[in-house]
């Protein structure tokens, strides 16, 4: 299986700052992705990170409030900007390896205070 | 649009099978995945089916996938208090190429 690892894995910030989470793939991986999970939902994805490109973002997400790199084919960053208490969530990194298997990361659990 | 649905809870005794349901809209989804997450934890990725397959086995558990209606189940056999979690199904969209997840359903297994 695909290792997926992200930093930090928790961290409470104050609001009007801005967090940026890493998250580091294995070779395997073909494809990155960014979801958020907010307390006691389901999955919901911010955007598809491409490597040396723009993120391609869903609707309701922008680049303004959370760039997105992906500088090589096994590392990319999300920053959620200008936080505010509404952003509290997790922040799943996820990678498409062979033959379709997706995987995630453990999460960067986000409390803004 | 794409639309995944799950009850949202289910209790089983320990031993007994649990069976969790799901379904969906997307009649182009080329995977549907099983995912579960413990408490405090990422998605663990369980298992996976293509869409032209009925079923799949993986030890204890059973994959089955009813294309024409558009329901997908997961079966865990023996459940064990360590399999509670929420499990979620995700459908990889063929026209989308983007996994959707599902609401998720707490299985509590009860000793």
């Known amino acids: 299986s695909a290792v997926i690892s992200q930093k930090p894995s928790r961290d409470i910030c104050q609001r009007g700052t801005s967090l940026t989470i890493q998250c580091q793939v294995d070779s395997q991986v073909t494809m990155m992705f960014w979801y958020r999970q907010q307390p006691g939902q389901s999955l919901t994805l911010i955007a598809t990170?491409?490597?040396?490109?723009?993120?391609?973002?869903e609707s309701g997400f922008v680049i303004d409030k959370f760039p997105i790199s992906r500088p090589n084919l096994t590392f990319s960053t999300l920053t959620v900007s200008n936080m505010s208490p509404e952003d509290s969530s997790i922040y799943l990194c996820?990678?498409?390896?062979?033959?379709?298997?997706?995987?995630f990361g453990e999460g960067s659990w986000l409390t803004v205070v | 649009g794409e639309d995944v649905e799950q009850s949202l809870f289910l209790s089983v005794r320990e031993g007994d099978s649990s069976v969790i349901n799901c379904t969906y809209t997307?009649?182009?989804?080329?995977?549907l995945y099983w995912y579960k997450q413990e408490p405090g934890a990422g998605l663990q990725l369980l298992t996976y089916i293509f869409s032209n397959m009925d079923m799949k086995q993986d030890q204890r558990l059973t994959v089955l996938l009813n294309k024409k209606d558009k329901h997908l189940s997961l079966r865990i056999a023996d459940t064990q208090t360590g399999d509670s979690a929420i499990y979620f199904c995700a459908e990889l969209g063929g026209a989308t190429n983007k996994l959707i997840f599902g609401t998720g359903t707490l299985l509590a297994v009860q000793p």
């Open positions: 997307d009649s182009s989804s080329t995977y």
């Open positions: 990170a491409n490597q040396g490109s723009e993120a391609t973002y």
């Open positions: 996820s990678g498409r390896g062979p033959g379709n298997t997706i995987y």
